[in-house]
T-cell receptor, first 113, second 110 residues
Framework: NAGVTQTPKFQVLKTGQSMTLQCAQD?????MSWYRQDPGMGLRLIHY???????DQGEVPNGYNVSRSTTEDFPLRLLSAAPSQTSVYFC????????????FGSGTRLTVV | DAKTTQPPSMDCAEGRAANLPCNHS???????VYWYRQIHSQGPQYIIH???NNETNEMASLIITEDRKSSTLILPHATLRDTAVYYC???????????FGAGTTVTVRA
């Protein structure tokens, strides 16, 4: 049981490049979400999904796309990277009932230069 | 979701109980109190949650006042590995969203 797996752990991008942050969970959780955390700040919700084929925007969705074709995977796509997207990105999943709380991945540290 | 108020920081001696307060005076009847912690550079970790009864698990105890306007997370025997930022969050149990505030930075000292 691996929990929530995020790849890569570190990434440096040039402004304007695109990339996909991967997130996979093996707990059959319905809910999955992406957060970003900037230095000294709390986590902010980017996008979330309540099940396969269903996604919606969170607080800070601009510049990011998501899709959820399977229960297990929830990739986050940066369309055209900007320095303002330098951050630590966390993926999380939970049961729809909320029981047990959210399980978070270990994060992807992204730097855009 | 109701907002929460936590002290920005607190220290605790290793081996002693750490009592972390949280005010949530506008909590609704169907909102639960959740606690998470984030150890440096790691993803947040779920600790415990409750509605109105006190709860205990292998990590901590959660004490919720009768009027539900405040709660206390208790780490019974703090260790150096409990040094982290602790977040108190109130939300409906099946809500998709977690709203993280600034949390309380807890430093456990030897």
């Amino acid at each position: 049981n691996a929990g929530v797996t995020q790849t890569p752990k570190f990434q440096v991008l040039k402004t304007g490049q695109s990339m996909t942050l991967q997130c996979a969970q093996d707990m059959n959780h319905e809910y999955m979400s992406w957060y970003r955390q900037d230095p000294g700040m709390g986590l902010r919700l980017i996008h979330y999904s309540v099940g396969a084929g269903i996604t919606d925007q969170g607080e800070v969705p601009n510049g990011y796309n998501v899709s959820r074709s399977t229960t297990e995977d929830f990739p986050l796509r940066l369309l055209s990277a900007a320095p303002s997207q330098t951050s630590v990105y966390f993926c999380a999943s939970s049961y729809s009932t909320g029981a047990g709380g959210y399980t978070f991945g270990s994060g992807t540290r992204l730097t855009v230069v | 979701d109701a907002k929460t108020t936590q002290p920005p920081s607190m220290d605790c001696a290793e081996g002693r109980a750490a009592n972390l307060p949280c005010n949530h005076s506008t909590i609704s009847g169907n909102e639960y109190v959740y606690w998470y912690r984030q150890i440096h550079s790691q993803g947040p970790q779920y600790i415990i949650h409750g509605l109105k009864n006190n709860e205990t698990n292998e990590m901590a105890s959660l004490i919720i006042t009768e009027d539900r306007k405040s709660s206390t997370l208790i780490l019974p025997h703090a260790t150096l590995r409990d040094t982290a930022v602790y977040y108190c969050i109130v939300r409906v149990e099946n809500d998709y969203k977690l709203s993280f505030g600034a949390g309380t930075t807890v430093t456990v000292r030897a």
